[in-house]
C-alpha cells in the first residue's frame, strides 16, 4: 500500500470503537436482503406484527434513558466545576479556555491551544475515555496532579509528593499528595502530606525539593502562597523520622523562612531546589525568579535551613527567557555511569543548570562549571542559548534526585493534557507522571545528557515477539503482528540503504520537525520509522519516526520527530509536531525506544540523546483495535529494521492499607 496515500486518509464518521469491527471483504452489506427473505405480513400476523413493533419501541425507549443517565451522572459526579451539564450539550458546546494559575502567580496550567479557535468539544464517550487512564505511569486515583516535589529515598522507600487538586480535575486548591515504593513502579498512595492550613500557604502548597542531611535528618523547603498571594519559602520536616513512610509531617513555626528579596516581585519567588554543602560547612539553595523579563537564579545559604543569606549576585541568567520555574542544580560525572550526590564537585565534574520557563512550558538544560568560591556556573557552550530541552513534547517541571541505593541521579517529569478541560473533567482526572528516567552525562558527545526509563520498567515486560532485518522499502508500510499494542515496550534499530546515502543530491531545503508536514511528506532520506496507537485502517496513527537531511556541504542532518497530527479523530485535543536534530556519531545505527502506555508514548532516541513524549487521545485505535505498523515515506532509500516488542504488564499502584500493608 502506498504510505502518503495512506497517512493522509481520513474517516469522516465517528464510530464507536466498542461496536466498531475492522474492514473485511466477506462482510454483507448492512441492508441486504437474504434470498427469499419474506415481508413482515406474509411472515407474521398484523396483530403479531404490531406487538413486535411496539415492543421494540419500548425496548428503545428503555436504553435511551439508561444512557441519558449515564451521561448526566458522570457530570455529576464532578460537580465541583461547573462545566458540561449532560452528554448531548457536551458534543455541541464551542470550547471556553479558562486560565487557571496566572493571577494566583504559576505558569498557565490550563491548555490554551484553543485560545480564541472557533472548536467544539468532542462527544468522547465512557469506552474511549476509560482507555486513556495509564496502566504503569504514575497518576493518583483522580483530580487534578501537576509537579514532582521532594523526590527522595528514605528507609528501603522511594517517596514522591506531587502538586495535587482533592476537590477537582481542574488546577486549583493546591496541596501535596504524597506515595512510596520499593521500586518506583509500583505504588501506595499515602494521606496527604501537606495541606494549606496556614496564612503563609492559604493560598496553595507549592513547588519544593527535599535534602537528607548527614545525620539523617529529612529537610523540605516549599514555595507557600500567603492569605496575599506572596511567594515565600517555608520549612517542613517529619515528625517522626523512624517511621520510613513519613506519613506524617510538620510545618516549622517559625515560617516563612525567606521573603521575596527587594526588587522582587512578590509573584515571582518560587521553587527552591535540593540543598548542596559547601566548603564553608554551609548549604546552598536556589530560587527560581525574574527582572523584568531576564530569567535569573538567585542562590542562599544556611547552616540551620531556618536562617538564610542572599549571595550576591545570581548563579545564572538569560535574558529573555522570562520567569524560571522549578530550578534544578545537580553534578553529571564526565568519566563514570553512576549518577552523583547533589553535593559533589570537583575535577571530573560538571554541573547541570536546568529550568522550567514559565513563558513557554518547556524545560531547558544547560552544561557548564561550577566555581564554589566565586558562587558561579559559566556554561560550556555560550553559542546554543539557554540549552537544549529535556523532552520535546509534553515533559514540564521536573525534579531529579540523587538515589543512594543505587548510585543513580532519577528524574521526574510532570506529563500535561493536551485535550479540553470539558473532557478531563467527564473523566475525572488530569496528568500524570513520566517513567523515572536515570539521568547520565552523554560522554560520547559531550555536550548533552543521557536519559533512559529506569530498569525497573523493564521488570512489567511479559511476552515478547522479535523482528529481524524487516525490510521496509520505499513509500511502503510494514503492519507488525505483535496483538494488541496498548501496553508495549518497543526497541527498534533502522539501517538506511548507504548507495541511497550516497546518491541523494544535496539540498538547501531547510527541515523543521515542527513546521514540517509531519509522516505525510516525502523527502529523499525520510521520513521512516513507526506507527504505533494505530488502527487498522490508518485513520488514527501517531508516527515516530527519523528524517535524515541532505545539505549542500554534503553533511548529513538527523531529526528525530513524533507527529500527532493524525492520531485522533477528536476535535478538541492538540495535534502538533514535535522533535529536534539528534547527534549521530560514526557507524552507529539509528535506535529508538518506545514506552506505549494507552494516551502515552514516551520515545527515547539513540540511547535518550533526545527524548520526546507524546499526548494522544485515539477514539477508534484504542483495546483490542490499537496495531503497530514499520513505514518508510522516502521517495528514494529502502530501510532496514530490526526490533523486539514486548506486551507490558499493568503496575500496582492502590492506596496504602495499615491494617494489611506491613
Not at 565534574?349 to 522550567?356: A, L, Q, R
Request: proline share 5%; net charge negative; with cysteine.
Amino acid at each position: 500500500m502506498v504510505v502518503s496515500t495512506l497517512l493522509r486518509s481520513f474517516s469522516s464518521k465517528h464510530e464507536d470503537p466498542a461496536a466498531a469491527t475492522l474492514p473485511s471483504s466477506t462482510t454483507p452489506l448492512l441492508y441486504e436482503p437474504h434470498p427469499g427473505e419474506l415481508d413482515l405480513e406474509r411472515r407474521w400476523p398484523p396483530k403479531r406484527a404490531a406487538l413486535v413493533v411496539i415492543f421494540g419501541f419500548l425496548l428503545l425507549a428503555l436504553f435511551l434513558a439508561i444512557l441519558i443517565a449515564d451521561l448526566n451522572s458522570d457530570v455529576h459526579a464532578n460537580g465541583n466545576v461547573s462545566l458540561a451539564t449532560s452528554g448531548s450539550s457536551m458534543a455541541s458546546e464551542p470550547l471556553k479556555l479558562v486560565s487557571r494559575g496566572v493571577s494566583a502567580g504559576v505558569s498557565e496550567k490550563a491548555n490554551g491551544v484553543f485560545a480564541c479557535v472557533n472548536v467544539v468539544s468532542f462527544p468522547w464517550n465512557n469506552t474511549m475515555l476509560s482507555w486513556q487512564r495509564t496502566a504503569y505511569h504514575f497518576q493518583p486515583e483522580k483530580n487534578w496532579m501537576n509537579d514532582p516535589n521532594g523526590p527522595m529515598y528514605y528507609k528501603g522507600w522511594y517517596h514522591f509528593f506531587y502538586q495535587y487538586n482533592p476537590n477537582g480535575a481542574v488546577w486549583g486548591d493546591i496541596v501535596w499528595g504524597h506515595a512510596v515504593s520499593k521500586d518506583l513502579i509500583h505504588w501506595l498512595h499515602l494521606p496527604l502530606a501537606m495541606v494549606a492550613d496556614q496564612w503563609y500557604d492559604m493560598n496553595g502548597v507549592w513547588t519544593g525539593s527535599a535534602t537528607i542531611l548527614p545525620d539523617g535528618q529529612v529537610i523540605m523547603l516549599y514555595t507557600g502562597s500567603t492569605n496575599e498571594s506572596v511567594q515565600v519559602q517555608n520549612l517542613a520536616y517529619p515528625a517522626n523520622l523512624s517511621d520510613p513512610l513519613l506519613i506524617n509531617w510538620v510545618k516549622y513555626s517559625g515560617n516563612p523562612v525567606l521573603h521575596p528579596p527587594p526588587g522582587i516581585d512578590s509573584q515571582d519567588f518560587r521553587d527552591p531546589t535540593t540543598a548542596w554543602y559547601t566548603s564553608d560547612g554551609k548549604w546552598n539553595i536556589a530560587i527560581g525568579s525574574k527582572v523584568n523579563k531576564t530569567g535569573i537564579t538567585l542562590i542562599y545559604s544556611t547552616e540551620d535551613f531556618k536562617n538564610f543569606e542572599l549571595s550576591d549576585g545570581v548563579l545564572y541568567s538569560f535574558p529573555g527567557t522570562g520567569m524560571w520555574e522549578c530550578v534544578d542544580f545537580y553534578p553529571v560525572s564526565n568519566t563514570s555511569i553512576k549518577g552523583l550526590d547533589t553535593s559533589v564537585k570537583g575535577p571530573g565534574v560538571k554541573h547541570v543548570i536546568k529550568t522550567s520557563l514559565d513563558q513557554d512550558r518547556n524545560d531547558y538544560y544547560t552544561l557548564g562549571t561550577y566555581d564554589e568560591k566565586t558562587g558561579k556556573w559559566v556554561p560550556d557552550n555560550t553559542t546554543i542559548g539557554l540549552g537544549l530541552r529535556y523532552d520535546y513534547g509534553m515533559f514540564y517541571a521536573s525534579k531529579s534526585f540523587y538515589d543512594l541505593h543505587k548510585g543513580r541521579r532519577v528524574l521526574w517529569g510532570w506529563i500535561q493534557e493536551s485535550d479540553s478541560e470539558i473532557a478531563d473533567v467527564k473523566k475525572g482526572w488530569a496528568s500524570v507522571q513520566s517513567i523515572p528516567r536515570t539521568v547520565l552525562l552523554d560522554t560520547k558527545t559531550g555536550t548533552n545528557l543521557l536519559q533512559w526509563p529506569v530498569e525497573e520498567v523493564d521488570s512489567l515486560r511479559l511476552t515478547s515477539k522479535v523482528f529481524d532485518k524487516v525490510e521496509v522499502k520505499a513509500g511502503s508500510v510494514v503492519p507488525l503482528d505483535v496483538g494488541t499494542a496498548t501496553q508495549v515496550d518497543i526497541v527498534a534499530e533502522f539501517e538506511l540503504d548507504k548507495e541511497a546515502l550516497e546518491r541523494t543530491a544535496q539540498t538547501n531545503v531547510e527541515f523543521s520537525c515542527s513546521t514540517s508536514g509531519g509522516a505525510a511528506e516525502r523527502g529523499a532520506l525520510g521520513p521512516f520509522g513507526l506507527l504505533v496507537l494505530a488502527d487498522e485502517s490508518l485513520n488514527e496513527h501517531t508516527p515516530v519516526y527519523f528524517y535524515i537531511a541532505k545539505g549542500t556541504d554534503g553533511n548529513l542532518t538527523t531529526f528525530f520527530c513524533a507527529d500527532q497530527t493524525r492520531s485522533s479523530e477528536a476535535t478538541d485535543v492538540d495535534k502538533k509536531i514535535y522533535g529536534s536534530t539528534i547527534p549521530i556519531l560514526k557507524d552507529e545505527k539509528l535506535s529508538v525506544r518506545l514506552l506505549v502506555d494507552h494516551s502515552i508514548i514516551e520515545s527515547f532516541a539513540q540511547g535518550g540523546r533526545t527524548c520526546i513524549t507524546s499526548r494522544v487521545y485515539p477514539t477508534k485505535a484504542i483495546y483490542g483495535a490499537a496495531r503497530i505498523f514499520l513505514f518508510n515515506n522516502a521517495t528514494e532509500a529502502s530501510v532496514t529494521s530490526s526490533l523486539k516488542i514486548w506486551q507490558m504488564n499493568s503496575a500496582f499502584i492502590r492506596p496504602f492499607r495499615p491494617e494489611q500493608d506491613n
